[in-house]
Structure formats: C-alpha cells, structure tokens
C-alpha cells in the first residue's frame, strides 16, 4: 500500500510551528530579527501593477475560451 499524506493540512501546520520554535520558552524567535529582504515600495506596486494586469487578462481568456467552447 502506498503512503498517504494527510489532507487535512495538519503537516503543514506542523511544520510551520516547528520553523518558528526554537525551544525556548519566551514564545519563540521573532521573525523581524536579523538579516531580511526588504523591497522599495515603487518596486512592490510595479510588480503588483504587472500581477493584476496579467489576472485581468487570463480572466478574460478564460472567458472568451468558455464562450467559444460551450457556445454561452
């Protein structure tokens, strides 16, 4: 028999808490100490701009394609 993995998302959790702990009992590592990456803003709304442009399209080729596949 095969392995089956969990699709209840439990694993995920898991291993979300497990990278966060480090054992200590103070509540964990905080995630904003040390080295980050750190982007301009005008960065971050260009490549938004490029993200919804792109959504926007694929929408409407899903749409047109629907149309000329099932004729609605």
């Known amino acids: 028999m095969a392995d089956r993995t969990e699709a209840c998302g439990r694993c995920s959790v898991t291993t979300v808490v497990d ?10 590592r905080n995630p904003f100490d040390g080295e980050r ?5 005008e960065t971050m709304r260009r490549t ?5 442009w792109l ?8 749409e047109t394609v ?6 609605r």
């Open 66 to 71: 629907f149309s000329l596949v099932y004729g």
């Open 55 to 62: 959504g926007r399209l694929k929408r409407r080729l899903d």
């Open 48 to 52: 938004a701009f490029v993200a919804v």
């Open 19 to 28: 990278a966060v702990d480090d054992g200590d009992d103070e509540g964990g």
């Open 37 to 41: 990456i750190e982007l301009r803003e």
